[in-house]
């Protein structure tokens, strides 16, 4: 008789898919939790053995036989050999612990000892009477479908750790974090938030909405984002570093679903909610400025067949892990993508103009330049204002006629090309109608990176000196009060904006 014995088994979580709205808990079907990490524990919880979930959810360990042992699966995508990845479902009320669930401490008497562990949902037919123990698993079965397609497209590069925070206490209340006051789902940078909170907002359930928040997450780390984030709707008109990568984020969360319908559940029973066709291209906001626009333009370019393989997400993932696009001396924004995307797919760059046609913008280089589509009011173009370097005067106007903080027309652009290394001075004035105690603000970037800043107190001026290095710059200016989503009134506050080389 062999010394040790067999304990494998299946690890499954409930799965609740959706109407065009909400969830639909008649149709919950038990799936296989694939890619986690499972660990064979002993009566003090040493860990004896450790083993991952294959595609089917499948497990096995060998032990000494009459051993007790218990099976513990943690809710973590574990990866060690390149491309590594780690991926875990962490509870931000309860001191970030990562979430796990395990099997009885059973002696390994049996020659072949099954124990499968399955993850409930808690749904009772009335609300949430139990645990929701499949909610951390579910969340993960979303990621790993991501790296799938990471993978399938041709990935080499590691993932970062990320920590998918999620709890059944966070709502849609803005404030402190560790008692579950998220506001939303978001990627903040380091970890994505996600909100649990039952009859109010779940999200554990809605794939497109962890595809888009991990979207985010990609993006940072295998591509380039310049969002400055703030709320945002499909019909807004937005900064258009906003509209990319949102418009970016829906677009990946439909193609990495092979659904165009982007769900998220909310409400009584998360019964209700919204869908929204990422598709489509008759949108009441068509433009540079819309993530509408763009997730239009990226969705049906990777569903479309000429010339190409339809449904490739290849196509896409070349373009943004290209080293051009991540240098782009240029915010990211629909235009370095349509850049990027004809230089690195040449023969599809008239199928993807014609896209862009049918959003309203214009087939232009990284910056813009020519572009027509003003959004409705002439101060947004050009796009990027050209600033010499001699003290002449260029005017602009920082307006929140279509909201504030991040919407279209409250930052504008200026390119500035610095041929001689140097000391130089960067100054804004108020000038034409007084519209109140304005407050401009100058922040100066390069490759989208912030590298220095000007937020005085004095009333309608703001001033800026630093050493410059040889290469191109962009400066933003902003009236402080359009930024402000509390600022009750329409602003329109022009400037004179100059440059010059001091000593």
């Not at 359930?205 to 945002?232: K, M, P, Q, T």
Request: include cysteine; charged fraction near 20%.
């Amino acid at each position: 008789m062999s010394a040790n014995v067999a304990i494998s088994g299946k690890v499954t979580y409930d799965y609740v898919p959706h109407t065009l709205n909400g969830l639909n808990y008649a149709g919950t079907v038990a799936r296989p939790g694939r890619g986690l990490l499972v660990e064979l524990l002993d009566e003090a919880d040493q860990i004896l053995a450790t083993s991952l979930t294959d595609a089917d959810g499948k497990y096995s360990f060998s032990i000494a036989r009459n051993k007790l042992v218990k099976v513990r699966v943690k809710a973590q995508l574990l990866r060690t050999q390149s491309p590594d990845w780690n991926f875990k479902v962490t509870d931000n009320t309860n001191n970030n612990n990562l979430y796990s669930m395990v099997g009885s401490l059973t002696a390994a008497s049996e020659a072949n000892s099954v124990r499968n562990l399955h993850a409930a949902s808690g749904w009772s037919g009335a609300g949430y009477a139990a645990p929701r123990v499949a909610a951390p698993f579910a969340l993960l079965d979303s990621i790993y479908v991501g790296i799938e397609r990471i993978q399938a497209a041709g990935n080499v590069m590691d993932y970062p750790p990320l920590e998918l925070r999620w709890s059944s206490k966070n709502k849609g209340a803005d404030g402190d974090k560790t008692l579950g006051e998220i506001g939303t789902s978001f990627f903040d940078g380091d970890s994505i938030y996600i909100l649990g909170d039952e009859n109010n907002d779940t999200d554990e359930y809605d794939r497109h909405v962890i595809l888009h928040e991990w979207g985010h997450y990609v993006e940072a780390s295998f591509a380039r984002s310049d969002s400055i984030g703030g709320d945002h709707a499909h019909d807004d008109k937005l900064d258009m570093r906003v509209a990319m990568s949102e418009g970016f984020a829906n677009a990946f969360s439909a193609m990495m679903l092979d659904d165009a319908n982007y769900r998220d559940s909310s409400g009584q029973s998360q019964a209700d909610g919204f869908f929204s066709d990422v598709s489509q291209k008759n949108n009441s906001v068509r433009g540079w400025y819309s993530e509408a626009s763009v997730q239009s333009i990226i969705y049906n370019f990777y569903t479309g067949n000429s010339g190409k393989t339809a449904r490739d997400f290849a196509d896409i993932f070349k373009v943004i892990t290209a080293s051009n696009y991540a240098d782009s001396k240029a915010f990211i924004s629909v235009y370095v993508f349509a850049e990027q995307l004809r230089a690195a797919l040449a023969g599809q760059a008239s199928f993807f103009n014609n896209l862009l046609a049918e959003q309203n913008i214009s087939v232009a280089d990284e910056y813009g330049t020519g572009e027509s589509n003003s959004g409705g009011y002439v101060g947004n173009l050009p796009i990027y204002k050209n600033l010499p370097l001699s003290n002449t005067p260029v005017n602009i106007c920082s307006t929140n006629r279509f909201g504030a903080y991040n919407k279209l027309g409250t930052a504008q652009y200026f390119l500035i090309n610095v041929t001689s290394a140097g000391n130089y001075q960067f100054s804004a004035v108020e000038v034409g109608a007084d519209s109140g105690n304005s407050d401009p603000d100058l922040y100066l970037h390069r490759r989208g990176s912030l590298i220095d800043l000007a937020e005085g107190a004095a009333v309608d001026q703001e001033s800026l000196s630093r050493f410059m290095a040889v290469g191109t710059y962009v400066l933003e200016v902003i009236d402080a009060r359009v930024a402000d989503v509390d600022e009750p009134s329409e602003i329109t506050a022009c400037f004179d904006v100059r440059a010059q080389p001091v000593n």
